[in-house]
Each structure stands twice: as structure tokens, then as C-alpha cells.
């Protein structure tokens, strides 16, 4: 008898936890595990409590977030990777320079200097910063929380920029940036104590990291960028794989993605494709689900999408970029379907008005970006999102989750890799064809297939019409 009272107790035990253990994965706000959260590089120390920040202070985060900190000290110069603490520490020290600088009240003293004092900021003690995408300075003002600055009377939009400890008898610094409007370079004293931007140059000067040298200390070849960053020795970087997050079968996932969408969960799909690819049509739009992870979304006419914006009384008016990364970041956060590595990597706006922005955004592992290398064009960035007056045109997202395998060197030199890409180059176009490489980078190449993923040079080429990306094996 005793037994059977046990047995009941443990049953009724079970029974209870198993109802708690649904609740909670019923009603949990997130589409994936943990492990997957979109925002998890967004916090102080690499994660973020979804309880605490507000929506404002995450997005500040997430967009100002340099493609590229490199910390210069003479010929000792080193990058800092994303996703490191010591990049979190950079970053930290930057956007607080850079917000109290715009947002300074005082008359700021600047003159407009030649490209030779741009090189020697980066030849001395100095922090060179690319945000990777052309920034407008009014936007990245406004994302800093200050909305009337006195920079946009002398900056338009920028992407580079070099701060710089000033004289030792002063408390000033200097700032340099180029104004991708005039292609002018304005550079400014700003009074700031320099101490803690002095302590964090000496601090990787001491560091055993990899040293970088650019392109014209060395070279000069008017086809190619001069201010391309060269690593002095071969890299060791993880070898990574992919593998598949996204299940089709699972009820609960599509439910979700559905309901993001502004979908009726309980409306069934019109059709399946060939390849098993669900497909609904609802609220003016189609739905596309595939079987491989890729979602696509796109709205059958401009301007009559998923409404994005919360309040009904400013639909069918023109929306400022501002406004609308708002809106994109929102619904990267409602999705939420990624393993935190996602970053911005273009803002385009499709019409010389206001109105219809699309932005797009790749993976990243450790620093290391993951590039898009399908033989289909329907997939070329990890996110591309546009929007038309607050509504949502079209959404894409391939999803997909990494992880570390071991390491690997890469021992295909950049040079190497340079001479094949340049050769390739004038082979099609010959000597005196219209091509500028513009960037290279280290990356990885997600061709859609499990597995290993490939480590390459992926070098982008500015052409007469059209830029492009030419891609060189990293490894042998």
C-alpha cells in the first residue's frame, strides 16, 4: 500500500512537471533554442539579458559596430576581431568619444586637410575605424540619441574615420573623416582626456596579436585599393560547419514564422513545390518556407505589405531611413532565427526620395565573415530586407547555424591571393580595363551544402557597370 502511494505521488510528480515544461515551451518568445538568440553579440560582455536594456540602447549597440577597428602604433598595427571582448572594450571607448564629440555644444576647431595627413595619422598613434557601410551623418546621429549635431553642417555621410591622441601639452585629440559627399577629408580638435585612448593603443602594442600593414607601404598599383589591410604572417582561424536549425516538419516553427508574417497559423498552406517548399498566400503577399532553411516573403504590389509601423495614423506617408531601420530591426528581433552573428553590412536607399530602403545582413564566426556563394542569384546575403512607405516589400533569410570544427592556417598568402585575382582581372579586361579592387577580406563560403566550410579570399572588384566579387582559395 505504501508502495502504491509512492508511485502515485512520483506519477502525479511527473505528470505536473511535464505541464510546466510545456507551458514554458509553448509561451517562450523565442523561435529558436538559447543557443540561436539574434542578439546574443549585443551585450557588454557577449550576451544580453532579454530583460533588461531598452529596444533604443540595443539597437545603439548593434548598428554602431565597425566592419574593421585596427589599432595603430607606427609599423605595430593590429585589428581588433568582432565578437572578442577586446573588440566590445574598443567599440565601448570609440562610440563614447564619438557621442560626446557630436554632441558637443562648444565651437569645435577644423580645417579640411590632403590625403599625406591621413596617412600619417595612420603611421602614428591612432585608432583607424570603417563601419564597412556608408553611413548618413543625420541617421547616425539620431541612432546615438543626439538629433541636432553640428557635424552635418560639415559631414554628409562617411564611412572611415581616424582618432588620434593630440599634442602631449594639450587635452585634446584629433578626428579625422572622410566626407564621402565631397571626398574631402575634415579634420577636427575635440578637447577630451586622452588617457584611456593612449592606454588601449599601448595595451595591443604589447600584445602578441597578428600585425597588419597596408597596401601603399609597400606597393603602388593604381588598380588596386591602397588602403587594403595586409597581414604580416600566416593566420591560424577555426575551421567551421554548418548544420541544418530549421526543421519544415516542425509545427511549432512554422507557426511562428507564420505569425511574424501577420499569417493566419491556423490557415492552411495553398501548395507544396516539388522540392517540399510551402507556399501561403495571405494579406496581399506570398510566403515561401523551404525545405533547406531559406525564407522569402514578398508583397504582390509596392506599398500594400505587412504594415510595420504601430501607429495607423502615419501609413500611407514617406518614411525617413532612420524610421525604417527602426522598422528592419524590429522585425529581425520578431523573427529572431539566428545564432547571434548576424551584422548590417548595406543600407541602400532605391530612390533618390524617401520611402523605400533595403538593407541586408551576413553571418559572421569569430570575426571571420560567411559569404553567400549559391549558384543561385535568390540568395546572396544571410538577410535582405526592403521596405516601401512603413510597409515590408519582400524578406529573405537563409537560416543556418556554425560551429567550430578546429583550427586551420590560412597559407595562401594575401599577396598571392592579390596577384591571382588581379591576373584573372586583366585577363577579361585587359591592361587598361575600367576595374578597381576595392576590399579584401578573409571569409568563409556558404554554398548551401553541410559540412566543412571552405576558407577564401573574397576580394570585391568595383567594374565600369556593376561591382562584383572574385573569390581565391585561403587554404591549399
Avoid at 602631449?168 to 571626398?183: E, H, S
Wanted: negative net charge; aromatic residues 12%.
Amino acid at each position: 500500500m505504501k508502495k502504491e502511494r509512492i508511485k502515485t505521488v512520483v506519477l502525479v510528480s511527473l505528470v505536473i512537471m511535464s505541464i510546466l515544461l510545456m507551458k514554458q515551451i509553448w509561451f517562450s518568445e523565442k523561435l529558436w533554442s538559447g543557443d540561436y538568440n539574434f542578439f546574443a553579440n549585443l551585450g557588454r560582455d557577449g550576451q544580453l539579458d532579454s530583460t533588461t536594456g531598452s529596444e533604443t540602447d540595443i539597437m545603439k549597440e548593434y548598428l554602431f559596430y565597425p566592419e574593421k577597428i585596427v589599432i595603430n602604433e607606427g609599423t605595430n598595427r593590429t585589428i581588433v576581431l568582432k565578437q572578442s571582448e577586446q573588440y566590445q572594450q574598443a567599440n565601448h571607448l570609440l562610440k563614447h568619444i564619438f557621442t560626446l564629440f557630436i554632441k558637443s555644444k562648444e565651437e569645435v576647431t577644423r580645417e579640411t586637410v590632403e590625403e599625406t595627413e591621413w596617412v600619417s595619422a595612420l603611421k602614428d598613434k591612432s585608432l583607424y575605424i570603417d563601419f564597412g557601410i556608408d553611413w548618413d551623418m543625420e541617421v547616425l546621429g539620431e541612432i546615438l540619441g543626439v538629433e541636432d549635431t553640428f557635424l552635418t553642417k560639415h559631414v554628409s555621410c562617411f564611412r572611415e574615420m581616424i582618432i588620434r591622441p593630440g599634442r602631449l601639452v594639450t587635452n585634446d585629440i584629433m578626428i579625422y573623416i572622410k566626407d564621402k559627399k565631397d571626398d574631402k577629408i575634415k579634420k577636427f580638435y575635440y578637447t577630451y582626456k586622452k588617457e584611456p585612448l593612449n592606454a588601449l593603443i599601448a595595451q595591443y602594442s604589447e600584445q602578441n596579436n597578428t600585425r597588419y600593414t597596408f597596401f601603399f607601404e609597400h606597393f603602388k598599383n593604381g588598380k588596386i585599393n591602397e588602403y587594403i589591410l595586409m597581414p604580416t604572417s600566416l593566420q591560424k582561424v577555426p575551421t567551421i560547419k554548418s548544420y541544418n536549425i530549421f526543421d519544415i516538419e516542425n509545427g511549432y516553427i512554422i507557426k511562428k514564422i507564420l505569425t511574424s508574417f501577420d499569417y493566419n497559423p491556423s490557415t492552411p498552406f495553398q501548395y507544396t513545390e516539388k522540392d517540399n517548399t510551402r507556399v501561403y498566400i495571405e494579406n496581399r503577399s506570398t510566403l515561401k518556407i523551404h525545405p533547406n532553411g531559406f525564407i522569402e516573403y514578398n508583397a504582390v504590389e509596392k506599398g500594400k505589405g505587412l504594415s510595420l509601423t504601430q501607429n495607423p495614423k502615419t501609413e500611407g506617408r514617406k518614411f525617413m531611413l532612420y524610421e525604417s531601420l527602426q522598422m528592419a530591426f524590429d522585425l529581425l528581433k520578431r523573427i529572431n532565427q539566428n545564432d547571434g552573428t548576424l551584422y548590417m553590412t548595406n543600407v541602400i536607399n532605391e530612390t533618390e526620395g524617401q520611402g523605400t530602403y533595403r538593407f541586408t545582413f551576413d553571418y559572421q564566426y569569430e570575426g571571420i565573415p560567411i559569404a553567400m556563394d549559391f549558384q543561385n542569384d535568390n540568395i546572396q546575403h544571410a538577410v535582405e530586407i526592403e521596405i516601401v512607405d512603413g510597409t515590408l516589400q519582400s524578406y529573405k533569410q537563409y537560416i543556418k547555424g556554425y560551429k567550430e570544427q578546429r583550427f586551420q592556417k590560412v597559407n595562401v598568402p594575401i599577396l598571392q591571393a592579390l596577384d591571382k585575382a588581379y591576373n584573372r582581372l586583366v585577363n577579361e579586361f585587359g591592361d587598361e580595363g575600367n576595374f578597381k579592387i576595392k576590399e579584401v577580406n578573409l571569409s568563409y563560403s556558404e554554398n548551401g551544402i553541410e559540412g566543412l566550410k571552405r576558407l577564401q579570399w573574397c576580394i570585391l572588384v568595383e567594374g565600369e557597370e556593376e561591382t562584383f566579387t572574385v573569390f581565391v582559395p585561403a587554404v591549399k
